[in-house]
């Protein structure tokens, strides 16, 4: 097998350059030369040995690694090949000009954390400025409301300030857009797995505004990188640092009185990054270990962001050269810094590992790397991106699989989604249709299907969240469960069939849907024949005679767009 | 005519009746002791929780009006305790403690011995993040950030019967609160009105649409779908008997025209529709008083107001239902002993819950509040949590619910259950 590799790798590289290889896999450079060319990768996805045509295997690969399969494009993964469809989605890096030009009306996206402080900054901060350059008197508060406000509105005018639930609209309004018209749906897609994964919330005041940025610089372009890395640039960001405290752990302090700051270990990262990010719960540390891996990670904070947070900390950091920061064993990385100060310079062990006594960074640096690696890891992650991605509960011979090429290839996350693709598990009658759709993933994927065309992504936003998701504002680490039962019962359900009429009525503002466009402007001679042509491009390659039978006469005479809501609102388009 | 016996329609339980809910035979619990069944369970108590966001000051609420060190660290924050001066007074409960005038629908119940206060609640971490410290106080592991599910959710799980409906568990709430995450059944909404089929400016076509998609829910493979599709419909047809707009509350109750007052009356519906209720979960907002906090008027006094108006009409609405109910009021901590330099007051420890039902132990403060001098204070400056949250929560899950298992409610936990509620 090996031979056959490296043969291939010779081929390929012999073929002008084209090509490079990632790992052991080949990707193209530029996908508009394998669009032409059509060079199968080197794996095989054993779908006919399924028993699966080759239209209901791309079907079926469009329902998992997309939102949701745009109208003719079945036909379209066919003709270019399954293998090389999804070699072209790990390689991510389609150009994106729809999604570009739709996202440039939303000015705060690009914004450092830096930016987004001295924008947007906190409600509560706004006032302190405020009193602080003496714009605002502290003992008027209480007198007048009303004119405070006015005084504080002029204010933040005045300083370009903007409030910060336009930073967070602009963020949930990119997502829905990215979902509904990315090209690399599969970025799309893992992102947000990742996300969820590595779960930080709008919720929480402290990380909030951070969130923007961590979504951006350190999920997306590593959501199809190496393991490893991605946990590190978490452990390191802003928002993570803020959202499970460790900004604020540090070896313990004698003698502290201060009754403001909150001195000393604190485990909740350490523990978290255990249990939900790496090990799993019964991936065997022990509550010592947390401890140890506490004192670890002591001294890992946040880099003052923002002149407010500046002029209260940094004036004297910003006295130092990085030179001088990092004689001193401190370590300024973008927003990130290591207060060598705080840091408990003491022996631990973690899983059995020591770590000397006097480490500083570094340290830390080295229990991720070996987090990362562990088979308990290979294998909690493997399990989760298998029931992202086969069934809830996935079989054990294909999570060993997975966690074996995790282990062999370094956690690379690509290798690993190969190696799930690639096996018989995927393919089989018990995969088919067995995951539920989450509410953004019925949301997203009709609008898909209807070529809608999202004007304003607010109120599609509201729709996801009265089903039950409201993305970026899950309070807890956990992220949410990924599985059927969390998202169906009695009142969601309900909301999913209703929002299925609300958007084929065209009662949902700002998203403008044609059903008779995606018939060629004609409009169906009878229910039964809606049924069938909608039925086709909701639900690509799935049987809907039964469904046709039973419905087709009670909508004799009832409206085009009360079939087409009908069938989102039907059992089989919760399932993908 | 759809009847709460609809739930067992289609289930292999209906064959035994509703009369052997109690001694289910073996191989029946041991199906449903793995996922509970989805039929009626009568259950008759309701434990109904309102979580005050934002962190309420409960010395504000609840004051220790003859304590000077008090007096002295709120010079503009403090309420008379005699009536006489310039705007209302506190009302004096026992001699020590003096309930905030916009509490004043509390004090007959309070008299009525149903009230029961607890003073110096809170949690034992000292996190004065509101973030944190409701993500603790709602999942019930104040210094586990990774427990999955909310308290509220395992006391669900912990229910002693079998059986459950789909309003076993509902928070007027537009999203599921963090205490009812988990893996048992329960429903967020934040208008019982929602609960149908809706087709705007098209009522006709909603039901030819309703009609189709039970047909489809219920011809599709046996499973979560068709179950949960199952139980919607008849959740809907349940509810549209009700004449849900027209609601007329009882004994002249009038609900506050706010969210909270809304909820509450929405939540009587359900009790008194008896579609099997035992938890629901609403929340009051804004508590969060850094600025211009009021003393009898002003933000407080309007909250305060508002929490209690809503709770006494929902009192006087159960009528005859008041026997089943206890409600049970949170929030996160309480606030700073002094004011701050905007008229208000900052994060602070102890805070004060309310609890209401004929069943509580009430006409009495609870907690041990020291005399708030400076060396008495949590970090020299808040008032000390001495009574556990989890001690006040388990005793009423307890005593309301029978839910006794601690170690599943209250998981790290140990103490012992404080005496709120009356024995036996």
Redesign the interface.
Known sequence: MKVVIKMAAVVLAAMGGYFLLSGFMAVPVSPHVLSGTRIPPLYHFPYRQAGLTERQAAAHLLSRFTYGARPGEVDAVVQMGLESWFARQLEASLPDDSVDRRLTQYDALTLTNEEVANTYPRN?QV?RMAIRDGVID?DS??VD?AAYRDVLQNYMQEKGYKREQELFRQFCCQKMLRAAYSENQLLEVMTDFWFNHFNV?I????CAEFIPAYERDVIRPNALGRFNELLLKTAKSPAMLYY??NFISSAPVQNDTS?QR?RGLN??YA??VM??HTLG?DGGYTQQDVTEAARVLTGWGVYPIGEFAKAGRAAQLNRWTDEQIARRGFVHDGDFFFNANRHDKGEKVVLGHVFPAGGGYQEGVDLLNMLAHQPATAKFISRKIAVRFVSDDPPASLIDRMAKTFMERNGDIRQVLITMVSAPEFWSPLALREK?KSPFEVAIGAVRALNGDIRQPMPLYNWV??M?E?EY?Y????GY?DR??YW????S???R??FG??LA?G?IPGLQINLLALNNGHEPESAEAALQVYGRILLPERDLT??EK??GP??YD??LA?TV??II????F??R | MITRRGFLKGSGLALFGVGLMGGIPGFLAEAAARDKRLMLYKGKRVLVCIFQRGAMDGLMAVTPFSDTWLQAARPGLSLPAVAGGRGSSLIDLDGRWGLHPGLKAFEPLFREGRLGIVHGIGSPNNTRSHFDAQDYMESGTPFNKGTASGWLNRAVGLLGHDTLTPFTAVSLTPALPRSFYGEHPTVAISNLQDFAIQLKGNPAGANVAAKSFEELYDQTSPGLLHNAGKESFEAMKLLQQADLRNYVPANGAVYPNSPLGNSLRQIAQLIKMDVGLEVAFTESNGWDTHFNQGTDNGIFARNVADLSNSIAAFWRDLDANQDYVTVMTMTEFGRTVHQNGTGGTDHGRGSCNFILGNNVAGGKVYGNVPELAMENLEDGRDLPVTTDFRSVFSAVADAHLRISDDKVLFPDWVGSKAGVMKVG
């Open positions: 509560g006032l502290k508060v209480k409301r919330s919720t929480k005041n402290d499970l405290d009754a909150a485990e909740n523990r978290e249990e939900l719960v539920t969240t009265r039950g409201k504002y309070m807890a680490p956990t469960p059927g039962t169906i019962n009695t009142g359900l309900l909301n069939m209703n009429l609300a009525e009662q039964a469904t039973r419905v009670m909508l009832k409206g009360e809501g009908i609102g039907s059992p089989e919760q399932r």
